[in-house]
T-cell receptor, first 114, second 119 residues
Framework: GQQLNQSPQSMFIQEGEDVSMNCTSSSIFNTWLWYKQDPGEGPVLLIALYKAGELTSNGRLTAQFGITRKDSFLNISASIPSDVGIYFCAGSYAGGTSYGKLTFGQGTILTVHP | DTGVSQDPRHKITKRGQNVTFRCDPISEHNRLYWYRQTLGQGPEFLTYFQNEAQLEKSRLLSDRFSAERPKGSFSTLEIQRTEQGDSAMYLC?????????????????FGPGTRLTVT
């Protein structure tokens, strides 16, 4: 099925460093969501974006909805060990016969070394 | 707030057997989604309910798969004559959404998933 192009696929960083990841699509979306997933668990919603150009923060996390509506970015500042996990972007296009189903990226695996 | 719950968390079955999974959404949520996730991939959409009506199905949902949401509350996903390729994590998500199109809210909250292994 269709998936978004998410990069990087994995990151190995030192505790305290900042992290950036992004997601691109060939189609426009009107909602972008970012999730974090721990092994054996379901994705947990981190940030939701609804407007092109929107910049939203949740603690040390900041995400942006690209102005072209075809991309989104997630930044994590001052990483800590509990940031370890897989981060997924997800886009949704609502309109016509679409009812808000999410299309996911392949995920970015984040490893934080203490 | 009890969140989305799924049962069972793990299921091991032999090829050819039928399995059924249950999802209980957040109580006030009117929309319920099923996704499937294989190792190393993001979740893929399977089907969606608004209240009790099943409004969209992915082509991934073969004739062996059926989903129901009686009375618009919990939902079940049944897989008949399981195949080894059905092995995956099956995720349920719910949302409270008003209307559709731009301006509707599409924040989906996921349950812990059901891990299916077909031997």
């Amino acid at each position: 099925g269709q998936q978004l192009n998410q990069s990087p696929q994995s990151m190995f960083i030192q505790e305290g460093e900042d992290v950036s990841m992004n997601c691109t699509s060939s189609s426009i979306f009107n909602t972008w969501l970012w999730y974090k997933q721990d092994p054996g668990e379901g994705p947990v919603l981190l940030i939701a974006l609804y407007k092109a150009g929107e910049l939203t923060s949740n603690g040390r996390l900041t995400a942006q909805f690209g102005i072209t509506r075809k991309d989104s970015f997630l930044n994590i500042s001052a990483s800590i060990p509990s940031d370890v996990g897989i981060y997924f972007c997800a886009g949704s296009y609502a309109g016509g016969t679409s009812y808000g189903k999410l299309t996911f990226g392949q995920g970015t695996i984040l490893t934080v070394h203490p | 707030d009890t969140g989305v719950s799924q049962d069972p968390r793990h299921k091991i079955t032999k090829r050819g057997q039928n399995v059924t999974f249950r999802c209980d959404p957040i109580s006030e949520h009117n929309r319920l989604y099923w996704y499937r996730q294989t190792l190393g991939q993001g979740p893929e959409f399977l089907t969606y309910f608004q209240n009790e009506a099943q409004l969209e199905k992915s082509r991934l949902l073969s004739d062996r798969f059926s989903a129901e949401r009686p009375k618009g509350s919990f939902s079940t996903l049944e897989i008949q004559r399981t195949e080894q390729g059905d092995s995956a994590m099956y995720l349920c998500a719910s949302s409270f959404t008003v209307g559709q199109g731009r301006g509707a809210i599409y924040e989906q909250y996921f349950g812990p998933g059901t891990r299916l292994t077909v031997t």
